[in-house]
């Protein structure tokens, strides 16, 4: 049993950066991490810190000659030392005290609060976060560790099952041994930390492998888990780019675990691969692959057309819309059709765009891939429905899209189908309820939708109706809270493992039962009625 209990879970309170002590302490972060910039970085395979010939490059998306650092390129063979590393590791990790390995998340989160502005710094640098996009994702990832920390104590030593007379059982939950963590670059410390923290505070040992856009992110995580004491070779930080290394690691017969989240395409890729047994393997892989989005939000005739479109704008703009929660489709019913449209212009052409650093609300996009697939598909808007607003770069430097509308978009239209992932949003028109529903179920994804109105019979209808893993009632579709909103989706959206949630940990673990067949006391022999001794004396004879 735990030394200590720990207190119940409550969320982390977002900084106010309207506030001029908040915006002075941030102010301060990034300029200290801009001194830092163009640094190295090296792998890290248990104790060792390796230095690499080749390197991947971090670079600022709002100032692409700016470099955030080079980071130790991996090969093959640093790959294979990675894995036998973590399998040497897990063979005396995964006997750890369950209790202090949570407690290790609590100190870990303590940390990351200590280290709160500094974290964003680099968040609004590497990725182009504004501060306060930035602070939820760190607040998230703070989250994570503590709602982690949490569920472990409860799983932790023997669970109780149904007593069978002559046995003594119980059922225990084991770690299942080494897993490659591949996270994002979007939810670049949130969703990193989330992943590697749950499969680690059960027992795992894992290969973290940050997506080449975001690695000082991962670089944090790292240092802030040596710092909070974790023993050398659990996590192992391992830079490299996907095709070659990737499947190397996802294919290895010592992988036992992968969990992933990016793009259906790579996520379909890793469970074909992770499928395929490799000589010496002895277990069937378990994937957690959380993939892509194309998010709808139902505005009903009846809804409160000022709170729909806020909600819409927020949720489809929101860090450029690089969001797998994003809202990408407005479906809107006809009778208030155009006052939504005219609504949502005026909202998104009162978005400001520049350089994060200023804290405006558009910054750049990821990267110059993403860039230019985005004025592809913008491109394409033109040609299937009308531009209302946005449509163009914007800025002379950085990846920076002005926030797009398109309208009367058809909802079988490619940019009603396909995942954008940038600012870039489609309004259909739908005559009535029974129409929306099926243009909001037409995708093959099914991550979040909203549904704004005031009808409680077609708000019911909706949640039953509507085929996705996080749904929201006049809300935004974006801002799921850990505990509150246990996130993952449908369909083409992934294993909707539910991060955040009470099940998450499962996916981390296998279950044990033992039962021990025990002596029984002999039965007492029952008493029975006395035996007659002679014919029954007759009264008065």
Known sequence: MPAKRLSNFHNETYKDFSLPKE??????????????????????????????????????????????????????????????????????????????????????????????????????????KNYAEADADTAEAIDFLEFYAREMYHLAGPQPVHKNQGERGYLEYLPLGVGLIVPPWNFPFAILVGMSSAAIVTGNTIILKPSSDSPMMGWLFADIMREAGLPDGVLNFFTAPGGEIGDYLVTSPITRFISFTGSKEIGLRVSQFAAIPEQGQKWIKRVVAEMGGKDGIVVLKDADIDNAAAGIVASAFGFQGQKCSACSRAIVERPVYDKVVAKVKELTEKLEIGDPVSNKAIGPVVNQRSHQKILEYIKVGRSEGKLITGGVAAGKEGYYIKPTVFADIEPTARLAQEEIFGPVLAIIPVKDFEEAMKVANNTEYGLTGAVYGKNRSKLERASKEFFVGNLYINRKCTGALVGVHPFGGFNMSGTDSKAGGKDYLHHFLQARVIAEKINMPPAKKRRGPKKKTGAKKVRGV
């Open 23 to 128: 915006k002075a302490a941030m102010e301060h972060a990034l300029k200290e991490a801009r001194a830092l910039f163009g640094k190295e970085y090296p792998v890290l395979i248990g104790a060792e810190r390796i230095k690499t010939n080749d390197y991947i490059i971090s670079k600022n998306p709002a100032h692409p000659n700016e470099i955030i650092g080079k980071f130790g390129k991996g090969t093959v063979g640093l790959a294979q030392r990675s894995l036998d590393t973590a399998a040497a590791t897990f063979e005396t990790w995964k006997n750890y005290d369950p209790y202090k390995r949570a407690d290790i998340l609590v100190k870990a989160a303590a940390i990351c609060r200590r280290r709160r502005y500094e974290i964003n710094a680099w968040m609004v640098l590497e990725v182009g």
